[in-house]
């Protein structure tokens, strides 16, 4: 077998394996690792679209979240969030608490997360513009025991978090304290709504890898027809 001849038949050979793991990549779900998600799909339509302000000077310095249970531990290493575009923010604090007796805040499980809001995509589900926000918690996120929880999404000032028909767990604080703190009480949004969030076991993966996989792919393919007029010139 001449040397073109083995260079094709291992191209051959890799090829199918490249094109599937390329396509597994690429078409893998986006919600992969989601263990909690407050609606079934992010991208719809909010039924309202500016919702519920988290740390609104005019609203008495309100909080808004939502209220999750989990059946089982696991560690939030990354969110999905809405956010109006009208009160688009550099960043935001998102913070997990146990619940208290009579709709209140009990303690904070573990510390205040920062995070970046430079993931985002901006749809127009309906008339007027939403951020669909992908964030990661640092230091490798923070595990819950199963039981149930209250996460506020806040920044330092006015960032309005759309609302969706849904489960009804949309919360948010409103006593006019500076400090969001355990012992204040919370009340539902009303009307079944929740914010839009999901969390992730899981870290985000850019598309890079799997373009990078479809670009060898095909340059294998370029090869192997290339291997074949070459034979074909020859004979």
Do not use: H
Not at 46 to 63: F, M, R, Y
Not at 132 to 157: C, P
Not at 185 to 212: C, F, K, Q, R
Request: proline letters at 5%; glycine letters at 14%; hydrophobic letters at 45%.
């Amino acid at each position: 077998m001449s040397v073109g001849e083995t260079q094709g038949a291992i191209v051959k050979l890799i090829l199918p394996g490249l094109f599937a793991a390329a396509l597994a990549v690429a078409i893998a779900p986006a919600e992969a690792g989601v263990f909690y998600q407050s609606i079934p799909d992010l991208t719809v339509a909010p039924n309202v679209a500016e919702g519920s302000c988290s740390t609104c000077i005019s609203s008495g310095s309100q909080w808004t979240g939502e209220m999750f249970s989990l059946s089982s531990a696991e560690t939030v290493r990354s969110i999905v969030f809405t956010a109006a575009t009208a009160t688009f923010p550099a960043s935001v604090t998102l913070g997990f608490y146990d619940v208290g007796g009579s709709m209140t805040v009990g303690a904070q499980v573990g510390a205040n997360f920062t995070l970046s809001t430079s993931s985002y995509e901006t749809i127009a589900p309906g008339s007027q513009p939403t951020n669909i926000v992908t964030a990661v918690l640092g230091g490798g996120g923070e595990t819950l025991t199963a039981g149930t929880y209250l996460l506020f999404i806040t920044n330092n000032s006015n960032l309005a978090l759309p609302e969706y028909l849904g489960s009804g767990n949309g919360i948010f604080v409103r006593e006019g304290a500076p400090e969001l703190a355990p012992g204040q009480t919370y009340t539902l949004l009303g009307n079944g709504y929740d914010i839009g969030v999901a969390l992730s076991n899981g870290v985000p993966e850019t598309p890079t890898w799997a373009m990078m996989a479809v670009g060898f792919a095909g340059l294998g393919f370029a090869g192997l027809r290339r291997t074949r007029r070459s034979a074909a010139a020859l004979a």
